[in-house]
Each structure stands twice: as C-alpha cells, then as structure tokens.
C-alpha cells in the first residue's frame, strides 16, 4: 500500500490539474457519496429488521463480481443484478414459510461461498479479491465515482420521495393499506435501493462490510434521535464522519481503509450508547 | 349513499375458507357492526375492505375516492423506530402544525405532541391512532376491537366520542366489537359473522335471532334489555329469518 501511495501522490506534488486527480480526494468523495446513500437506507433496514437480508444481497454480490469478471462487464452491473435476483429469491422464499434467518443464513454464506469459489475458476485472471471483500478505496477512479454518486442520488431521490409511504408501511402495512399505500411497492423500493447500495459500496467497504455501513450510523443514531427524519439525518452525520475519520486514521496508521472506516462508525455507537444512557439517567 | 358494496365475498387463506358469500353494503352516515366469534373472520373481512387482502371470488366496490380512516386493533412501534405522536400524526400527509394541535385538542391530549409513542398508555394511544384516521377526513371511519385493552369507562369514552365524530362529520363508521352490549346500543345496524352472514338487521332484532343466540347464546339479554325499549320492534329487517323473532 505504500508504494501505491507513493507512486499516486507523485502527481499531486508536482501539481494537478483537477483535484479529482488526488486519490485522496477521490476516496474522500466516494466515501461520502456511500455514506450519504447507505445511512438513511440503514434506518429502514434497521426499523425493518432486515440485516440480514442485507447481508445476504450483500455477500451474493462477490457472486456478481465473479461473473462480471468473466462476462468482461461492469462490477458495479454484475453485483447488482445478482444482488438482485438474491433479492427476489429472498423475498419470494420467505413467502412460503420458511424460517427467516435460518434461510438468509443459508442463503448469504452459501452466496458469498460459490462467489468466491467462481472467481477461483475465472482464467487469465488475476484479481486481489480481498480488494472485494474488504473495499479497495483509494483504487477508485473517475467512472467509479460517477457511478458512485449517480447510484447515491437515486437512492436518496427514491427515499425521499417515499419517504411517508416508507414510513408507514414499516410501521403497519395495515394502517398503509387503508391510506391506498401498497407496501409491497415500497418494499420493492427499498429492495432496489439495497442492491444499488451494494454494487456503489463494494469498491469502498467490500461486500463482507456493507452492512456495517447499513447498520452502524442508523444504530449510533438511534440513542439521540426522537423522529424518524431526526434519525436518518444523524446517521447520516455519523456515516460522513466515519469516513472522514477513516480516512484519516488510515493513512495516518497504513491500515486497511474499508475496515478502518467501520471502526470509526463502531466508536461513534460506542459514544453514542454512553451518551445515550447518561441522557437517560439525567431524565430519571 | 352506498359509499361501499361486498358481493358474494369469498377469502381462502392457506387453503382453509374462512369468509365465504359475503354481501354487505354501508350507507353514508351509519353506524355498522360487524359481530361475531373468534375465527369467524371479522378481522380478515376488514382487510379485504381495507384492500389488504384480494377476495378469491366476489367483488368489493368503492365509492370513487372513497377515503378510508382506519384504527387497527393495536400498533406495535418497534423499538429501533423514534417516533414522535406529531411525527405520527403526519403520516402519510403532512398537515399544518395547527391541524396536527386541533387534532390532539379534539382528541383530549393537547400536550402529547412531542411523547414518544411507545411511552402513551393504551387509552392515549387509542385516541391518537383515532385522531390520525380522522386527520385524513375519511368517508369511512373503520374501527378494529378498537377498545380491547381500555377498561369499561375507557371504551364509554371512546365510543361517545365516535358518536360525535360521526355527527360532527358525517362519516359512516364501521366497526367490529366483542363488546356487545356496547355495541349494540350505538349501532344504526349489525351483522353477525360466523364465515359467512348470519343475520343482519336492526341491533335488537339480530340480538333475538337464533343464529346469534346460538354463537352467543342468552348472556347478553339482561344488559340488550336496557336498550330494547328504543328499537323499533315492528320493524324487522332482519334479511334471513324474517317473521322468527322471539321476545325474551
């Protein structure tokens, strides 16, 4: 990783010519860009107790990674169909019956095993697939963060638009019904969310950390929080400074970015919990 | 005004029938009760009403832009969810903050705007979930067990103030109660349900059919015999036994 840095910054010092030419400038913004999508997108997941739905749309993605490499086509196309189908698949056994999390437990680590044993296969090349699993975010170039920030800016779009609809379909599909909601729709909604959050993710946390970006903020957020739109905010907040922070600690330490960002969030929740319990106590 | 028709009803879940040939009508401005024992498929005609569940046969129609209010039995707010009784109030429209105040005014917790709601107790959160479902000025107010968890003065009140509501309002209300002695004094009409329509008619005719003594038996005559005397008793709608009616 040094060496990459090394050889990377040289341009800068020499003086670029766009700031998106920095690396770190690229990695600062591709963060964020994961960030301002997967934090309001954590709050449903969390609300909805879906994180392990998320998790199993997330590890089937090395599957479309995998896939990707051999079609010779876009990551962030391949992850995401084949999030997906997983997708689909999830919901549609969990109609028949079965039991939840026995099946996502099935499904995800299966997913991410075949994933993984698929891209063993692939010939001729010769890819770090540890920079799947855990994110490789100061590899990412200029497309990758076009797409990064056109996938976030249709998550957020999508959310807010139905935001009032979201919202109570998480809360009672029966009280949806009744206003003309249909919150299968909505569940459809958050399901493509989830699986665009995923494909812009992998470069920057990896498939095995996606969730933590789901689920860390909204949690950090909830102790502080007294309104739903509160809540998505403040995780927000919480994710952008994880990345941030991350970052920071990242190269200032030569750690793993991906991982670095995720313990950053895991600090925050930690401060938040005791704030959290000292407001409480103050209220008693 | 028929502001909503059931015909010939049918709902199969999981392969075991549980409402079939159901006809019913509401007519702007009454009140209507459905009652009937556990299992007989009072809650699962409800969401077929409401649009949660599809018929397997039949049809419902609703007026155009019929505007549903509907207070389901009990709410469980997650606990990972934050959520304000005003935030609530919102959902899904916004409404002016004036309107929200009016609306917890009317509702007789003008101060609870800012409580969590899993912090109200049940007969709050009843009258919350009652002040939301009249936000949307429903045609149509849909009451699911709305008191079960209130004590006796608690559903007194409640009930009193679905009176109002619908004379203030206008709006039909459609209701499905275990409490039949309260329910039966309120309402315009009754249907008893056991999968399918048992009878229906006037509150005191259904009361003295046999099909309802048979699920409900003769418990009820001493607190149905307070209201009898307001009932009309020449006039037996009772659409399936006619001419069967028996003093008790």
Known sequence: ?284 | MTLLTVENLDITLGGQNILSHVNLNIQRGEILTIVGPNGSGKSTLLKAITGALKPTAGRITRKPCLRIGYVPQKLHVDVTLPLTVRAFLNLPTRHKAARIQYALDQAGLPDLGARQLSALSGGQLQRVLLARALLEQPDLLILDEATQGLDQPGSADFYRHIEEVRQNSGCAVLMVSHELHVVMSTSDRVICLNGHVCCEGKPDVVASAPEYRAIFGSGTQGALALYRHDHDHDHHDCTTHEGQHHHA
């Open chain 1, 1 to 284: 990783m040094t060496t990459t840095m090394i050889t990377t910054i040289a341009p800068r010092t020499k003086g670029s010519t766009t700031m998106l030419d920095d690396f770190m400038t690229r990695a600062l913004l591709a963060g964020m860009g994961v960030a301002f999508a997967a934090a309001p997108l954590g709050c449903f997941v969390v609300w909805r107790r879906m994180a392990y739905f998320g998790d199993a749309t997330a590890h089937a993605a090395i599957l479309g990674v995998a896939l990707s490499l051999a079609l010779n086509m876009s990551i962030f196309a391949g992850a995401m169909i084949i999030a997906l189908v997983m997708a689909a698949l999830v919901a549609n056994l969990s109609d028949r019956g079965f039991a939840m999390d026995t099946m996502l437990g099935v499904l995800s680590h299966s997913a991410l095993a075949f994933g993984l044993v698929a891209v063993s296969f692939l010939p001729n090349v010769r890819i770090d697939i540890m920079a799947y699993l855990f994110g490789d975010i100061l590899a990412v170039n200029k497309v990758d963060l076009a797409v990064i920030w056109c996938g976030a800016a249709l998550v957020v779009g999508m959310l807010i638009w139905r935001r009032n609809a979201l919202l109570l379909s998480t809360l009672s599909p029966d009280l949806a019904y009744a206003s003309g909601i249909d919150p299968r729709r909505e569940q459809l909604i958050l399901t493509l969310s989830l699986a665009i959050v995923v494909a812009v993710a992998i470069k920057v946390v990896g498939v095995l950390l996606i969730t933590a970006m789901l689920i860390i903020p909204a949690a950090t957020a909830r102790t502080i929080s007294r309104t739903p739109l509160a809540m998505m905010v403040i995780a927000t907040c919480v994710a952008v400074a994880a990345v941030l922070s991350g970052l920071q600690v990242s190269l200032w330490q030569d750690t793993p970015t991906g991982p670095t960002i995720v313990c950053c969030a895991a600090v925050f929740f930690v401060f938040s919990m005791s704030l959290g319990a000292l407001l409480k106590e103050r209220t008693n």
